[in-house]
């Protein structure tokens, strides 16, 4: 892993001094800010709603702590998940449209501590980014609810983690096949169609990485699901996507 | 001692197109040496492969002494290189760029300040604050030249360094390579033969992914095509050019008005005659040169002549 470090160090860098470092965590703000006030405004816009239409009476319960959390994990699998299928579907491919792969490669950095140190800087920003996210929404969530299902929420979201770091190793080797940003930000979200629609079979929820795509709403909810499978084929399969991106990049030409 | 860079039967094939065919190449060590072809005569690709971007497809490549294939690892780390089109992090300075390259080869510490220093010096870049992703193409170029050797590199490789620059860009850059001369050994490819006949010592002409000739510059000017005496009478151009062309040692023989270019096949007999001729009509002689062999005539011979 020739240069790793240096590398990983000049990642770091480009996150924090180019539009990387607004995107994500503005996103995951925005959610962890929205979920919360959008739980609390609900019941009011479903009734003022429901008022305009004569003879319709709907009895809405009010908004919970509860409702705030499954808001925020429910933009994360939506919204956040698809933003950071787009956001690394350039990783390699960038560096290699842009020219920089050139440059950098013919110096003594290994093509794999290039793909192990992409994959590596993209799955902090997004650990980070969503821990200032989770952060604004509890932060939120105690203020206008209280400060119940803190353990669950925090299970709920390191869960969704998994399954957008799962994503992010799955874009390095899209990245590094496809050699376009465009296709593999396209190839990214059909695979998470089929994820999402693999959720659904029973097989495929509890012994493959499918069954995190729902999983965090259920962990909120106090279900009881079996997510070790589910959890440790997704580890499993982010270190093989890894080490199968770093391969196919090393035998690719430039 | 070892070649600088050693080819042999180096053949890249891409589906039905032999980009190379059997290069056989050897780089003496410490020479400026010109990689010459027009565009699309294999020489990106030889670069391509002897910087570990590309594998060949049959024939080996060796640089100081390694393997480009098996030895990747130690070929990079004594090479710099200069693609084409240098590409760089655009939201980095060129002091950032060359610290990070720098960093890259292990150099650290004062030594790196003391090499970031210089290469910026030598680049014209010195005092410059702006990212890179505001320079103009020359600029990157001449930093593109100073990242190739931050590592004092033994061999420096450049592709293509002057094709896409203005003539201040192309001085400048030519000014850089002019300078490492006796510093480090230089393997540059280009299409463009006033910058080899500036630069190089010696030189391959490279076409359709074979090498046409290899040798010193001069030895090509001297070996090839025919060489040329210009001169001017004050009258009678006309019917003096008509002359010469009857002569055994004339090639060839244009005017313009009363200048004359005769392409002689040899040049004693032709000074000793042309004078002669030029008395014996009464004309008066203004001007007689005799014109030197540009490696632009070679460089026509050798691979216009195929086309």
Redesign the interface.
């Known amino acids: 892993m020739q240069g790793f470090r240096v590398f990983l160090v000049k990642e770091a860098r480009e996150i924090t001094r180019t539009w990387r470092i607004w995107v994500l965590p503005a996103i995951l703000v925005a959610v962890g800010v929205l979920g919360p006030i959008s739980a609390l405004l609900a019941p009011a816009l479903v009734e003022s709603l429901a008022g305009s239409q004569p003879g319709v009476v709907i009895e809405i319960p009010e908004a919970t702590t509860l409702d705030a959390y499954l808001q925020f994990v429910g933009d994360l699998t939506q919204i956040v998940l698809i933003a950071v299928i787009i956001a690394s579907a350039g990783m390699i491919a960038g560096e290699v449209r842009s020219g920089t792969a050139v440059l950098v490669l013919t110096k003594p950095l290994s093509r794999q501590a290039m793909v192990v140190a992409k994959v590596v800087s993209n799955s902090v920003l997004v650990a980070l980014s969503t821990a200032l996210g989770s952060f604004v929404c509890w932060v939120l969530t105690v203020a206008l609810f209280d400060d119940a299902l803190v353990v669950e929420f925090v299970e709920a979201v390191a869960v969704w983690l998994l399954l957008a770091l799962f994503f992010v190793a799955l874009m390095a080797l899209l990245s590094v096949v496809l050699r376009s940003q465009a296709g593999a930000a396209g190839a990214g979200l059909a695979a998470y169609l089929l994820l999402a629609i693999a959720s659904g079979w029973g097989p495929a929820r509890e012994y493959s990485p499918a069954g995190l795509v729902a999983a965090s709403g259920r962990v909120l909810t106090g279900e009881n699901i079996a997510l070790v499978w589910p959890v440790v084929t997704a580890v499993v399969g982010i270190v093989a996507l890894t080490v199968a991106a770093a391969a196919v990049f090393t035998r690719q030409e430039l | 001692m070892t070649a600088a860079v050693e080819l042999e039967g180096l053949t890249k094939v891409f589906g039905d197109v032999r980009a190379l065919d059997g290069v056989d190449l050897a780089v003496e060590t410490g020479s400026v040496y010109g990689f010459l072809g027009p565009n699309g005569a294999g020489k990106t690709t030889t670069l391509?492969i002897l910087?570990?971007?590309?594998?060949p497809t049959t024939g080996s490549a060796r640089v100081l002494g390694h393997d480009v294939v098996r030895a990747g690892?130690d070929v990079?780390?004594a090479?710099g290189?200069l693609?084409d089109?240098?590409?760089?992090?655009p939201?980095m300075t060129a002091p950032e760029t060359l610290r990070?390259?720098g960093?890259?080869?292990?150099v650290g510490g004062k030594e790196l300040d003391q090499r970031v220093e210089a290469l910026l010096d030598l680049a014209g870049l010195a005092g410059v604050d702006s990212k890179v992703g505001e320079y103009s193409r020359g600029m990157r170029q001449r930093l593109g030249v100073a990242?190739a050797l931050i590592?004092a590199p033994r061999l420096l490789m450049l592709d293509e360094p002057t094709s896409a620059l203005d003539p201040i860009g192309r001085r400048d850059v030519l000014e850089m390579i002019g300078a490492l001369k006796e510093r480090t050994t230089v393997f540059f490819s280009t299409h463009i033969l006033s910058d080899v006949e500036r630069v190089c010592d010696t030189i391959t002409v490279l076409d359709r992914g074979r090498v046409v000739r290899q040798g010193p510059i001069g030895e090509f000017k001297r070996d090839r095509g025919a060489a040329r005496i210009a001169i001017e009478v004050d009258r009678g151009g006309a019917a003096l050019a008509a002359r010469l062309a009857s002569e055994p040692w004339c090639v060839g023989c244009t005017r313009e008005g009363e200048t004359l270019s005769c392409a002689v096949d040899d040049v004693d007999a032709a000074r000793r005659a042309l004078p002669a001729l030029v008395a014996a009509r009464e004309l008066g002689l203004v001007r007689m040169v005799e014109e030197e062999t540009t490696l632009e005539d070679v460089f026509v011979e050798l691979v216009g002549g195929a086309r």
């Open positions: 391509r910087t570990g971007l590309a594998r690892n990079r780390a090479i290189f693609p089109v240098p590409a760089f992090y939201w990070f390259f960093a890259l080869f292990g990242q590592n």
